[in-house]
């Protein structure tokens, strides 16, 4: 047994809005500047959709993540290392900015600086990269607003698949539509395809914490690690020559603080903690032959903190208290172990990822109390699972590999605590005999309910420091993100993106870095500078 330590994070997409806070708010912290302005560590893309990048999820595409091969070992979907080397400099598999999309910003300088006429100015739309005119087809959720509907929803890769794969075909008629957010961040895979895909050994996986990081340094921009990731979440500075990608905000998390995303989440959806794997046991787990089993088998992979014998390991691997303590109190482990309601991303990648989510409960109580009968009522929740707006099946083919069977168990318990904690909070007498069937007891719906419902700061985060002794020192580092300088992450400077002064008239708002006044942004009163 070798026991390892591993930041993980879970959400619950019940309660994410789509605001897309997160998102802008990780767009300011780590690609503010030129060279990324397509960039998005962390964006929140609304399902049926086709996502960032588009279509991201068809991996007969974009060859990325692990297969079985006929001997059924592992091997890369984007081939052995002659594939990789024949197309070093011509990556096949890599999406282009197409399949991003263009960002774009506007001349507002045209609205305050056009001359008196009879026609009424306009800001027409830039290209934040070339700074040329351009026409506006495509954005990082340009789903949102036509989500569920079928402009765009049939070629959603796991509606496609449901169609052609299970002949499962589902409806887009106005009245059965349904959406539902779906924010995504780098996975941080205990076996990540990126990593192996990198020839110049630039990605790593951090052994302290398992953040998976690109050594700017020892990057050769080759790209292979962009096409290895299959969630795609490694983006190449066009700028830099780099690989760049979400760093889990590490200078934030050494010191004990959340990711950017999780702190200014407005919906506290988001849940940070500790988790001890047996390292020796990933590559067994991750090539398990049937894809169902590579959920449980992921889960079966986290150890109890508590048990004497992973106790006594992890003293041999050097694992710190306060590391044993967080896992203890990690209040990932709780919603991925002890209930069993949070669920991988697309495990038949077998990258085993670390960013988890909970279903989302809500349109089901919609649905049953639109028949007239009542919504919350544990026993009307468990007859309607199936009948959601939100297919079982799509969400299996979300977070299962296509297995009914936790998608519904976890909707159970979530459906059976919204029952018993309502009767509870009415002063009813609450029906315990729900809490048996969906496979929880009172004390555990009780502490679930609060940890969903109820959690405050420090509860849903529970980050030890990366060193005691140097937490002071790591404060300041915190404040600016470590990676405040020329080229790097978060790099600020100037009024404009990059450092460099924004182009006459134009005003990124998306990475414009706060400081200083744009051209552009307000008009120059005669006689007065800019100030």
């Given at each position: 047994m070798?026991?390892?330590?591993?930041?993980?994070?879970?959400?619950?997409?019940?309660?994410?809005?789509?605001?897309?806070?997160?998102?802008?708010?990780?767009?300011?912290?780590?690609?503010?500047?030129?060279?990324?302005?397509?960039?998005?560590?962390?964006?929140?893309?609304?399902?049926?959709?086709?996502?960032?990048?588009?279509?991201?999820?068809?991996?007969?595409?974009?060859?990325?993540?692990?297969?079985?091969?006929?001997?059924?070992?592992?091997?890369?979907?984007?081939?052995?290392?002659?594939?990789?080397?024949?197309?070093?400099?011509?990556?096949?598999?890599?999406?282009?900015?197409?399949?991003?999309?263009?960002?774009?910003?506007?001349?507002?300088?045209?609205?305050?600086?056009?001359?008196?006429?009879?026609?009424?100015?306009?800001?027409?739309?830039t290209?934040?990269?070339?700074?040329?005119?351009?026409?506006?087809?495509?954005?990082?959720?340009?789903?949102?607003?036509?989500?569920?509907?079928?402009?765009?929803?049939?070629?959603?890769?796991?509606?496609?698949?449901?169609?052609?794969?299970?002949?499962?075909?589902l409806?887009?008629?106005?009245?059965?539509?349904?959406?539902?957010?779906?924010?995504?961040?780098?996975?941080?895979?205990?076996?990540?395809?990126?990593?192996?895909s990198c020839?110049?050994?630039?990605?790593?996986?951090?052994?302290?914490?398992?953040?998976?990081?690109?050594?700017?340094?020892?990057?050769?921009?080759?790209?292979?690690?962009?096409?290895?990731?299959?969630?795609?979440?490694?983006?190449?500075?066009?700028?830099?020559?780099?690989?760049?990608?979400?760093?889990?905000?590490?200078?934030?998390?050494?010191?004990?603080?959340?990711?950017?995303?999780?702190?200014?989440?407005?919906g506290?959806?988001?849940?940070?903690?500790?988790?001890?794997?047996?390292?020796?046991?990933?590559?067994?787990?991750?090539?398990?032959?049937?894809?169902?089993?590579?959920?449980?088998?992921?889960?079966?992979?986290?150890?109890?903190?508590d048990?004497?014998?992973?106790?006594a390991?992890?003293?041999?691997?050097?694992?710190?208290?306060?590391?044993?303590?967080?896992?203890?109190?990690?209040?990932?482990?709780?919603?991925?172990?002890?209930?069993?309601?949070?669920?991988?991303?697309?495990?038949?990648?077998?990258?085993?990822?670390?960013?988890?989510?909970?279903?989302?409960?809500?349109?089901?109580?919609?649905?049953?109390?639109?028949?007239?009968?009542?919504?919350?009522?544990?026993?009307?929740?468990?007859g309607?699972?199936?009948?959601?707006?939100?297919?079982?099946?799509?969400?299996?083919?979300?977070?299962?590999?296509?297995?009914?069977?936790?998608?519904?168990?976890?909707?159970?318990?979530?459906?059976?605590?919204?029952?018993?904690?309502?009767?509870v909070?009415?002063?009813?007498?609450?029906?315990?005999?729900?809490?048996?069937?969906?496979?929880?007891?009172?004390?555990?719906?009780?502490?679930?309910?609060?940890?969903?419902?109820?959690?405050?700061?420090?509860?849903?985060?529970?980050?030890?420091t990366?060193?005691?002794?140097?937490?002071?020192?790591?404060?300041?580092?915190?404040?600016?993100?470590?990676?405040?300088?020329?080229?790097?992450?978060?790099?600020?400077?100037?009024?404009?993106?990059?450092?460099?002064?924004?182009?006459?008239?134009?005003?990124?708002?998306?990475?414009?870095?706060?400081?200083?006044?744009?051209?552009?942004?307000?008009?120059?009163?005669?006689?007065?500078?800019?100030?």
């Amino acid at each position: 047994m070798r026991v390892m330590a591993q930041l993980a994070m879970v959400m619950n997409l019940d309660k994410c809005i789509g605001c897309h806070t997160c998102s802008v708010t990780c767009k300011q912290t780590w690609t503010n500047r030129g060279g990324v302005e397509y960039a998005w560590f962390n964006n929140v893309e609304t399902r049926p959709g086709q996502g960032y990048p588009r279509r991201y999820e068809d991996q007969d595409r974009w060859r990325g993540g692990w297969e079985l091969d006929r001997r059924g070992r592992l091997r890369l979907r984007g081939g052995g290392r002659l594939r990789r080397l024949a197309s070093l400099f011509a990556n096949p598999d890599l999406p282009g900015l197409g399949d991003y999309y263009e960002p774009w910003t506007y001349d507002y300088r045209n609205l305050v600086d056009a001359p008196l006429g009879d026609d009424v100015p306009v800001a027409r739309p830039t290209s934040a990269i070339t700074g040329a005119p351009t026409s506006v087809t495509w954005g990082p959720n340009w789903d949102d607003d036509l989500g569920g509907m079928p402009e765009h929803a049939d070629a959603d890769p796991v509606v496609a698949k449901l169609r052609d794969e299970l002949g499962m075909k589902l409806k887009f008629e106005f009245e059965q539509s349904f959406l539902f957010y779906l924010p995504r961040i780098c996975e941080h895979c205990l076996n990540p395809s990126c990593v192996a895909s990198c020839p110049s050994g630039a990605m790593y996986k951090r052994a302290e914490d398992g953040i998976v990081l690109v050594d700017q340094d020892q990057c050769r921009g080759w790209r292979m690690c962009v096409s290895g990731c299959p969630y795609k979440k490694v983006y190449f500075n066009h700028k830099t020559g780099k690989a760049e990608k979400c760093t889990f905000c590490y200078p934030r998390v050494e010191v004990g603080q959340p990711t950017i995303c999780s702190e200014t989440c407005v919906g506290r959806l988001r849940y940070i903690g500790v988790l001890l794997y047996d390292a020796d046991q990933v590559t067994e787990a991750a090539s398990i032959t049937d894809e169902h089993a590579l959920y449980p088998a992921q889960r079966d992979l986290f150890l109890d903190p508590d048990d004497p014998e992973v106790i006594a390991a992890a003293e041999r691997a050097g694992i710190p208290h306060d590391w044993m303590e967080a896992a203890r109190r990690s209040p990932v482990r709780d919603l991925i172990c002890t209930y069993q309601v949070a669920l991988p991303l697309h495990p038949e990648y077998r990258t085993m990822p670390m960013v988890w989510y909970i279903p989302p409960l809500s349109p089901v109580v919609d649905a049953v109390a639109e028949t007239g009968f009542d919504g919350e009522d544990a026993g009307n929740l468990f007859g309607a699972i199936d009948a959601l707006r939100i297919p079982v099946e799509y969400l299996a083919e979300l977070f299962t590999a296509g297995d009914v069977g936790p998608v519904r168990g976890s909707l159970r318990k979530l459906a059976a605590m919204r029952s018993y904690m309502r009767s509870v909070n009415l002063g009813e007498q609450p029906e315990e005999s729900a809490l048996a069937a969906a496979g929880l007891t009172t004390d555990q719906v009780r502490s679930m309910y609060r940890l969903l419902a109820l959690a405050k700061y420090d509860e849903r985060y529970v980050i030890p420091t990366a060193g005691i002794g140097d937490a002071h020192d790591l404060e300041s580092i915190a404040t600016t993100c470590s990676l405040d300088t020329d080229g790097g992450p978060g790099m600020g400077g100037g009024s404009g993106t990059g450092g460099q002064e924004l182009k006459t008239g134009d005003t990124d708002l998306f990475v414009w870095s706060g400081s200083g006044r744009p051209d552009g942004m307000f008009p120059t009163l005669k006689g007065q500078g800019r100030s």
